[in-house]
């Protein structure tokens, strides 16, 4: 029988485990006397009853008109007529995946609609030229005869190149999803769904996601009518999988539209006409596997940052917008390459990160922040690495390369916590700054270091309690072991694809009985196995990762409430059911 309520009469609001704190995702109760399965009380945890049958089915109908994220037709008027008058055009895309998703995706949609515009694509170096636009480049494109200016992914907060793109006659079309800055930029327009004034009903649209939305109006108003051309309708939809990878690596909410356009791209990833995009997923190991939300965060999303980190973002835009099947091929190895590179600086970074924290007391309950500098650092990787020592530290974590005088890197943050708000509050010892709440980039002098450092960890000092310096873990609902059959665990799975704000499903698992002395497993025993009872005899096997070092605190007979996530295991043709181990609390008793 399952339980009553969505979070069991003895569950309490929170919970310490060995590793993290837990919170139940909703405080919500249900009828006792419901008996409500499972899948139906983990959409009752996430707030999803009432739009249980949208969320479970998402359509491309449910996305928005193109025409209401604010500035798209009057971007969408000037491009068409500056591909019909054959004025050069720039698309200026970021060096991470959204941009190059972007990017590719504009860049697709011009070439189709007029073949012979002149278009291009241009995105900054990471290291030689940093994040977002800049005056530079504006220079060198308008001595190359551009006209228009596209950016994706970035320019919202860019009014001083903004400014050099009017001085030089320059119409700049700004395309964005970042935070807004106190004055926009004087761009012809700006497209935005966060805009002032905005009635948009989506505004967590990636930079992918509101490029995709110019392209479908350029579609439209290419066409004269809302209803495509079949060769139109077949771009649009080719373009979903190009948005999926964008959405899932920008980390944005997988709810709203951007759920729908990854539900869509990833269910048309594996067919896509684009070479780039197939020779990518035969480079991760993929090539007769399912593509999933998990895949592409770390798969072929790291191999797309690869080069943007270790050389130039260019390639991953030539990837995906080449039709040339050897080329793709040819480059969708070099990434490969690139990206193993990467994870072995960054291996050498987070253990140096990790030593400079500790030295230098960063890493306690009375500084709750971790602002370091070192010249030997990689541009390109340390924005990885800030990643890693948050999971480590669980507290916003800033890194840079010193060069020149110069600080230049990245930022991470955790729930709760705005990044790009904290470094506002600090903008008076910052050369620039951009980004968002979890994620930011940003240069400082190194004569403004230490004064930038106090203030940041100061501000985090007011707005972070000791306590809060341990990471949550919010799980759904209770469920007893006896419920989770392999067609229980497939409605679970109707619920993806899992990402930021939608993820894989938690359990507690409370008072189970650890059923016999648990394994070590993987490569030196790093991982652990361990087999646990409910109330009845059906027993499930825990997979946890890391834990290896863990095994000897758990003894069989013991019983422990534990937090999961239920998964289908195939292996010659027989399909289980057996769950990865989030964390555990002990409840005492066992051998």
């Avoid at 190059?100 to 189709?112: C, E, G, S």
């Avoid at 990471?126 to 060198?140: C, F, M, W």
């Avoid at 308008?142 to 006209?147: I, N, S």
């Avoid at 966060?194 to 009635?199: I, K, Q």
Wanted: glycine share 8%; with cysteine.
């Amino acid at each position: 029988m399952p339980p009553a309520s969505v979070s069991g009469t003895d569950a309490p609001a929170l919970q310490r485990g060995l590793l993290k704190r837990w919170s139940l995702r909703s405080q919500a109760r249900l009828d006792p006397a419901a008996r409500m399965p499972l899948v139906q009380r983990v959409l009752a945890a996430r707030d999803l009853t009432n739009n249980a049958e949208r969320f479970l089915h998402p359509s491309l109908t449910h996305l928005h008109p193109p025409s209401a994220v604010p500035g798209v037709d009057r971007a969408a008027e000037r491009m068409l007529a500056a591909m019909r008058a054959r004025e050069p055009i720039a698309i200026y895309g970021d060096y991470d995946v959204d941009g190059v998703a972007a990017t590719t995706i504009l860049y697709r949609t011009i070439r189709a609609l007029e073949p012979d515009a002149p278009v291009r694509t241009y995105v900054p170096h990471r290291i030689d030229e940093g994040y977002g636009l800049n005056d530079d480049a504006i220079r060198q494109l308008a001595a190359e005869g551009v006209r228009v200016i596209v950016t994706v992914d970035c320019g919202i907060t860019a009014v001083g190149p903004a400014g050099v793109a009017r001085s030089l006659g320059l119409d700049l079309i700004i395309t964005d999803h970042h935070n807004l800055g106190d004055e926009l930029p004087g761009a012809y327009a700006l497209v935005h769904p966060r805009l002032p004034g905005s009635a948009y009903p989506f505004g967590d649209l990636c930079g992918a996601g509101v490029a995709y939305k110019l392209a479908w109006r350029l579609m439209t108003m290419h066409a004269g009518s809302d209803r495509l051309p079949q060769p139109l309708r077949n771009l649009l939809l080719d373009l979903l999988p190009v948005g999926a990878l964008a959405a899932i690596a920008d980390v944005v909410p997988l709810l709203g539209e951007n759920r729908v356009i990854t539900h869509a791209g990833l269910r048309r990833i594996r067919s896509t006409p684009f070479v780039g995009l197939r020779a990518l997923i035969e480079a991760s190991g993929f090539a007769d596997e399912k593509v999933d939300s998990e895949r592409v965060a770390f798969s072929l999303a790291p191999r797309l940052n690869a080069c943007g980190r270790m050389g130039h973002a260019r390639e991953a835009v030539e990837l995906l917008t080449t039709d040339d099947a050897a080329a793709a091929r040819q480059i969708a190895d070099q990434l490969t390459k690139q990206n193993k590179d990467r994870q072995e600086i960054e291996r050498g970074i987070t253990a140096q990160a990790e030593e400079l924290a500790h030295a230098r007391g960063m890493t306690g309950p009375d500084t709750r922040a971790i602002v370091l500098a070192h010249p030997d650092w990689h541009t390109g990787v340390v924005g990885i690495v800030c990643s890693r020592l948050v999971e480590r530290f669980a507290r916003p974590t800033i890194l840079m390369r010193s060069e020149g005088g110069i600080c230049h890197g990245s930022g991470r943050s955790v729930h709760g916590f705005s990044l790009h708000g904290a470094l506002r509050a600090c903008e008076t010892h910052l050369e620039h700054f951009g980004g968002h709440d979890m994620a930011a980039g940003l240069h400082v002098r190194e004569s403004s270091l230490d004064a930038f450092t106090t203030a940041f960890i100061e501000h985090a000092n007011q707005r972070i309690r000791p306590d809060d310096l341990v990471h949550d873990l919010e799980y759904d609902c209770d469920a007893a072991v006896e419920e989770l059959q392999a067609s229980a665990v497939r409605e679970l799975e109707r619920l993806a694809p899992f990402g930021q704000d939608n993820p894989r499903v938690a359990l507690r698992l409370p008072n189970v009985r650890i059923g016999e002395e648990p394994r070590r497993i993987g490569e030196r025993g790093k991982h652990m196995s361990v087999l646990v009872r409910g109330t009845g005899a059906k027993a499930l096997r825990l997979v946890a990762w890391n834990w290896g070092d863990k095994a000897d605190r758990l003894r069989p007979g013991m019983t422990i409430d534990a937090v999961v996530r239920p998964k289908l295991n195939t292996w010659n043709g027989t399909t289980s059911v057996e769950a990865e181990l989030l964390d555990v609390c002990e409840k005492g008793g066992g051998a």
